[in-house]
């Protein structure tokens, strides 16, 4: 997920998101979609640290699909049509089986935003960006905050082409939702300046 070099190899979140995309996967792989619902809930209701680290391996899971089609394999070994409809399968499954209204992936993507933004990969970027429609599209509670940590990461006066792809970004998606923004009067502020 992260851009890794000799002075900043992985740290502890790398091992938690392959640990919890590995949970996931050994949950619903090679099972019909029956048994892999049936796996997830009961998986979430042992107890909190596993339902966070099932919604926190769904997470993994969207935003590193990109990444890997990117590197020459899907996740699931294949390519094709049907690697294109694993982030919606894999946000579906995660819908299914959150049952704190998604606040410990919301948590997750703020820490994600704020610290460790600038380190994602492009196609991460790409897939955070996806997310952050789709859980606005479904009015999930507490995307603003999530909203305003990313439009901290664009900086003024930077004409980087990767700053202004993500105010690029984030000008589409806010105007694509922009009753939404409207609701959020703090946000609304930071959007305009």
């Known amino acids: 997920m992260f851009v890794t070099t000799m002075l900043e190899p992985r740290d502890d979140l790398d091992e938690r998101h392959i640990r919890c995309y590995n949970l996931v996967m050994n949950l619903i792989g090679d099972k019909s979609e029956k048994e892999a619902h049936d796996a997830l809930s009961s998986a979430v209701s042992k107890d909190p640290k596993t339902h966070e680290e099932v919604c926190l391996g ?11 089609i990117n590197a020459g394999s899907g996740i699931n070994g294949s390519n094709g049509a049907a690697d294109q409809e694993l982030p919606a399968r894999y946000y579906r499954d995660l819908t299914l089986v959150a049952r704190d209204g998604l606040q410990c992936v919301l948590g997750h993507l703020t820490h994600l935003a704020t610290e460790k933004y600038l380190k994602m990969l492009p196609a991460v970027k790409q897939q955070l960006m996806w997310l952050i429609r789709e859980l606005i599209r479904n009015n999930v509670q507490g995307m603003d905050n999530v909203c305003w940590n990313l439009m901290r990461q664009i900086a003024g006066g930077d004409v980087s082409r990767n700053n202004l792809w993500l105010a690029d970004i984030m000008v589409d998606i806010l105007a694509e939702h922009r009753a939404w923004v409207e609701k959020h009067p703090f946000l609304v502020a930071s959007v305009v300046y």
Request: avoid cysteine; proline fraction near 0%.
């Open 58 to 68: 769904f997470v993994v899971g969207i935003l590193t699909h990109q990444a890997t």
